[in-house]
């Protein structure tokens, strides 16, 4: 489920049209993954290749630096694992994060 | 108000009424028997006569979607077809529906292949009844006219803003010489008004999203502000007409009675054949036969409940379907009126006729015979044979 609040057919502008210009980050597609990239900060070089791969946008960048993972919109495809010349990133079974968040399946 | 009378077939009718709207935008391919309407406007623009952008394109489904992309530009928009170009406009026809873009089509009926057949009937415009668009059946090239200048209004209306095909039928009206009286230039371009878009792509500091994906969370409500919007348009489309009446005289209603109000028996019909009616109403009235007609205008919406009223006081009715929907209960129009009956409550005896497929010619004899069924159902009070073939051989 998408934590934007589901409107009526009253409320939506008519003919599906999308009035505002780069709301795409609004939709959390995160809840689609069922494999999580998790960084090992030690292994991590911050050569951004990850951060040149990733198709959603997702790898959370300051002054250069890999600051983590945004896994609201990750939808765990695994190129950044694939792709890390570090060998930094791991893919884990999400379920196991969903039961320590408290996430129903 | 001044108005012109000319001798003039339906396809050069509805050419001038496109040239007095004069569309920003007309994308279109030539099929018969829709070809000399755009072939005559396409002289129109050759001539300077009006500022159209008239796109030639490779296919009607490449001229519906161009009409989609114009449409969503922002601009006032226009095409036609017959037919297969209808079918093969189908995909397009949803989307331009669905993204609320008041495009304008003429569709000259004519039967779908196969096997293949250039003459009227109205399997192509039923097909599409389901496609989200308005549909006005119009019965002469006068019709045609008139309609085609109403649709504008209608489908640019803001509680509305739909396509709208308007329909006549090929070869019998569209090459038929037809006396039709024009409206003078200025009154058609201050009927139709200016045309303001809601959301022109054009506008580009106003940046927004046509067509997007629209899964299971919102495809169902935006199908529901489409059947809200199409059934608002009933009121708006009495309301044209009315302002249509004072600029030309002419009255439409969403369907027209034709000595309905004391008849017994009645048939219902659209387009061409209701003209043929009427002439054997007029010949059975003057020996003292109570009979009647009913022709719908708007198919699309469906006026249910006003049409089971109009018809509620009558004995026996023939419905008329100038197509058939295999495998179905009766044809298109018989299935919508047995359906409004039922909510009505009241019912007359009824029967179905499918006539007229791939431009078989319906003749007063024929018209004559099906009052004189009526007649023999209402002294019988027994219906023989519910869904009838007529003319077809043995």
Known sequence: ?105 | MSTKTVAITGNGAAAYAFKQINPDVVAAYPITPQTDLVQSFSQYVADGLVHTELITVESEHSAMSACVGAAAAGGRVMTATSANGLALMFEILYIAASSKLPIVMPVVNRALSGPINIHCDHSDTMAARDAGWIQIYSENAQEAYDNIIQAVRIAENMKVRLPVMVMYDGFIISHGIDRVDFLDDTTVHDFVGKYQPNYPLLDIDKPLTFGPLDLYDYYFEHKRQQAEDINNSKPVILEIAKGFREISGREYGLFESYHLEDAETAIVVLSSAAGTTKTVVDELRGKGRKVGLLKPRIFRPFPYMEIAQALSHLKAIAILDRSVSFGGFGGPLFTEIRSAMMEFGKAPQNINIIFGLGGRDINQQDITGIYDQLDEIVKSGKVKERIQYLGVRE
């Open chain 1, 1 to 105: 489920m998408s934590a934007i609040k589901q409107k009526g057919w009253k409320e939506i502008p008519k003919g599906g049209l999308i009035l505002e210009a780069g709301n795409s980050e609004q939709y959390e597609t995160g809840s689609w993954r069922s494999q999580r990239p998790v960084r090992d900060e030690q292994k991590c070089t911050h050569c951004l290749i990850c951060w040149v791969f990733c198709p959603d946008s997702s790898i959370i960048v300051e002054d250069g630096k890999i600051k983590g993972i945004d896994y609201k919109h990750c939808k765990g495809c695994g190129i950044c694992a694939a792709e890390c010349p570090a060998k930094a990133i791991e893919m884990k079974d999400e379920n196991e994060f969903r039961e320590k968040e408290g996430v129903k399946k």
